[in-house]
């Protein structure tokens, strides 16, 4: 039997195909919290954050080459 995962990896497969972009194996060489790990479809997860930064506001930089957006913005936490 195979795990959900296993399974959801071959419909993002199918929805979209080999990834647009190179995928790298991961290697932590800075001690940072901005990075997360997924199964999902790396092009569904970049399409994603891009239409939902848009929609609140926040201009984004997407590296053409990786999986790698840049983006500041400023929460309600955040504003004193």
């Known amino acids: ?3 959900g995962n296993v399974m ?3 419909k993002n497969q199918d929805m ?3 990834p647009k972009k190179t995928l790298d194996n991961y290697e932590q060489i800075f001690a940072q919290k901005t990075h997360f790990f997924s199964t999902y479809h790396p092009d569904a997860i970049e399409e994603t ?3 939902s930064l848009q929609k609140i506001g926040v201009k ?3 590296n053409a080459g990786k999986y790698k957006i ?3 913005m400023l929460s309600k936490d955040q504003s004193g």
């Open 70 to 72: 840049k983006f500041s």
């Open 49 to 51: 954050l891009i239409e």
């Open 60 to 62: 984004s930089t997407v």
């Open 1 to 3: 039997m195979r795990s």
């Open 8 to 10: 959801e990896e071959e």
């Open 16 to 18: 979209y195909g080999a």
